[in-house]
């Protein structure tokens, strides 16, 4: 059996799909020194991670061993890769064992962690943002078939999951290219049995808006955490022009409102750029008004970073000491949003599931609106009734009074 040492970075479709090739190449090991092959899936979503991947390489280029680069550098840089890498890019995953000359399909392997299943359902996107790199590396959206998903739902639901993650670039994109979409994938997947809660990917706001009301209808299945990834990037409409996002902030926020319209305690996250080419005082203070207005319980702040083979790549910035004021500024409002709905939690009773192990020897539960709540007795793939202590930072922290059977 081929010993394979691996490690991924990244987005959950990225470290899932680099866990689903390993386990198709051979047995995992945990010491690059016993392995056979090193496998390292590969992220450049920023050029600070692009520059990590490449010193982690070459750190594991001093065993001497094979090594196999997966995922976005190869398919976006391979030009930084020297000859003795092989590199498999994104676009040849489902095909990769016959690069490698093994016998299985990495799409008929599963990725668990704990009692977490992620299942990557597309590959792409239907966006053409002026920034993004990872539309290079992941090209136009290419679906997975409906039945080849429900079976490595069925899959990991025989092997303990109890929290399916399904994700993609854009999942609101899912099916276009095969006749079937985002809600009608929810609905079979929340019709098997057993006890589990289904969470979904991010959604570009762009094609969310095209199929929201269905998508709010299958959302309601009590299997569905009422959780909403959709990055935003800016709340000013010149700059989402100049990005090239395809919606309006108005559009933005119809999809919020109507999410919250249905389900009131939900959890929305959403991403934001600061200091993207012609952001100005106005322009960002246009943002933090959006901010304020929507509170977004999670918020991903990212700086503006020039990625080759993009359009933005050399336009004109921002200072860096006005991005970094900026960055500052918004984090603030952010934290002091998340500490008021924390404090409204405290003292309350919740359903959860506890899917994960935390850190420091606790155990990570979610509720339904995937509130993470940390327990410190607990085990995983069960269900709890928890009492609410207090809280710190992004977390709760709670107390079993049950056992319970569901949500």
Same mark, same amino acid.
């Given at each position: ?10 987005? @959950?479709?990225? &470290? ?7 386990? !198709? ?30 010193? $982690? =390489? ?8 094979? &090594? ?19 590199? &498999? ?6 095909? %990769?064992?016959? /690069? ?27 966006? !053409?943002?002026?920034?993004? &790199?990872?539309?290079?590396? #992941?090209? $136009?959206?290419? !679906?997975? $078939? ?12 025989? #092997? ?17 290219? =095969? ?41 309601? @299945? ?11 990037? @800016? ?65 991903? /702040?990212?700086?503006? !970073? ?10 004109? $910035? ?8 900026? @960055? ?36 990570? %539960? ?21 009492? /609410?202590?207090?809280?710190?930072? %992004?977390?709760?922290?709670?107390? =079993? ?7």
């Amino acid at each position: 059996m081929v010993k394979v040492y691996v490690e991924a970075y990244g987005c @959950s479709q990225n &470290i899932a799909e680099t866990f689903m090739l390993a386990r !198709s190449i051979g047995e995992h090991v945990e010491n690059a020194e016993k392995a056979d092959i090193i496998l390292i899936g590969t992220c450049v979503v920023i050029e600070h991670t692009e520059h990590r991947m490449l010193r $982690r =390489i070459k750190k594991l280029q001093k065993y001497g061993k094979k &090594i196999v680069v997966y995922g976005c550098l190869p398919s976006a840089r391979r030009e930084l890769l020297k000859d003795d890498i092989i590199p &498999i890019t994104t676009w040849e995953f489902e095909n %990769a064992h016959k /690069i490698l000359g093994v016998d299985k399909s990495p799409l008929d392997e599963v990725f668990i962690w704990d009692s977490i299943a992620t299942i990557p359902i597309a590959n792409g996107c239907l966006g !053409s943002c002026t920034y993004c &790199i990872t539309k290079v590396a #992941r090209g $136009r959206i290419k !679906s997975r $078939r409906e039945d080849w998903i429900v079976n490595m739902a069925k899959n990991v639901l025989n #092997r303990g999951a109890v929290e399916i993650r399904i994700s993609a670039q854009d999942t609101a994109a899912y099916g276009v290219d =095969i006749e079937s979409d985002l809600p009608t994938l929810i609905k079979k997947l929340v019709s098997l049995k057993g006890r589990y809660l289904l969470r979904v990917g991010m959604m570009e706001p762009r094609e969310t808006l095209k199929i929201l009301n269905p998508l709010l209808e299958a959302y309601a @299945s009590s299997k569905v955490y009422k959780f909403l990834h959709l990055p935003v990037q @800016s709340g000013d409409n010149e700059i989402l022009k100049k990005m090239n996002r395809g919606y309006t902030v108005d559009d933005f926020e119809k999809i919020v409102f109507r999410f919250r319209e249905r389900f009131p305690e939900m959890t929305l996250s959403t991403d934001i750029i600061v200091g993207f080419p012609g952001e100005n005082d106005e322009t960002f203070e246009n943002t933090m008004k959006l901010m304020e207005k929507i509170k977004p319980d999670i918020l991903n /702040i990212t700086r503006f !970073s020039p990625r080759p083979k993009t359009l933005a790549y050399r336009w004109k $910035r921002p200072s860096t000491n006005k991005v970094k004021e900026w @960055s500052q500024k918004i984090t603030e409002l952010h934290l002091e949003n998340m500490r008021r709905r924390m404090e409204k939690m405290v003292g309350k009773e919740f359903n959860v599931v506890v899917p994960s192990h935390g850190k420091r020897g606790n155990y990570l %539960a979610r509720t339904i609106n995937y509130v993470p709540v940390v327990l410190k007795k607990a085990k995983t793939g069960k269900f709890y009734r928890v009492h /609410i202590t207090d809280f710190s930072g %992004a977390h709760l922290n709670g107390e =079993i009074l049950e056992e319970k059977e569901f949500l």
